[in-house]
């Protein structure tokens, strides 16, 4: 069995065998995962014995997809997950019903044949699209600070943030729907001390009507003032909408008046003299 072989067994191109199982149950005991590569050799039904027995695999699977919801949330039949699998999860997840980004990123560092083995099909094609599974952000939220801000990317957010549109009438920021909190660094641990504090210095981002200074407040940003005589300490406030509109006339420059009659005279006077 060569490299290749093991690329194609672990994306589900070529059927499983025992050789390659239990060389996937050794790489993990060899990452001090032993207790999930034990889990991982009992559900399979391999022994360190087995490596080099090239018969195919007897596994049938952890069990189906429950429902429809089960298929869209992630983590593999049978558990939801931040990202899309194709298979079980459970060497990497143990007992978790949630798969977290975390767990993810573990089992592709240091568990790279599991990993493999949940990835192919629809599942490899939505998680290289960047679409994120349902229910993943809330998921990730409840972790607190062991949840990662996970989001979308490539087309995955084109469609999640509505196109150039859609990040427009936001200004830039990203949707609730391209991250789980638009505040934070993508990757980012979601600490809710962390995450309060940056939504904090955020901000609030101005509307769509007044970025195009379509409120009073924008279309005139300093308003005429007047002085409140109600006021002990004679405090200045902005000028009502009609008081402004007097104020502005008031101070407006007079036009220049032209008067013809006079120019008219004085002209024929100069005229009648040149023709004496």
Known sequence: MGFFDDLAMGFGAKEKTKDFEARTAATMESNRNPGGAQRYRESRGVTSADIGNTAPSTYQGGG?????????????????????????????????????????????????????????????????????????YDQERGLGAKGINIGTSGIGDYFAGQGAIGNFIRGGVPSSKQRVE?????????????????????????????????????????????????????????????????????????????FIAPLRRNLGGLVSLGRR
């Open 64 to 136: 189906g997809y429950t429902s429809f919801f089960d298929r869209i949330d992630g983590g593999g039949p049978g558990r939801s997950g931040a990202r899309f699998s194709s298979g079980d999860t459970g060497a990497f997840a143990g007992e978790s019903n949630y798969v977290s980004e975390q767990m993810y990123r573990d089992a592709e560092k240091n568990q790279p044949e599991a990993f493999a083995q949940t990835q192919g099909g629809i599942a490899s094609l939505s998680n290289l699209a960047g679409f994120r599974p349902y229910g993943s």
């Open 182 to 258: 638009p505040n934070v660094p993508i990757g980012n641990s979601l600490d809710p001390a962390a995450v309060q504090f940056l939504n904090e210095q955020a901000g609030e981002v101005p509307s769509l009507m007044e970025r195009l200074r379509l409120t009073p407040e924008f279309a005139n940003p300093n308003p005429p003032m007047i002085l409140n005589s109600d006021d002990d300490d004679n405090s200045l406030t902005p000028a009502p909408r009609q008081i402004e509109k007097i104020i502005a006339e008031q101070t407006q420059e007079p036009r220049r008046q032209t």
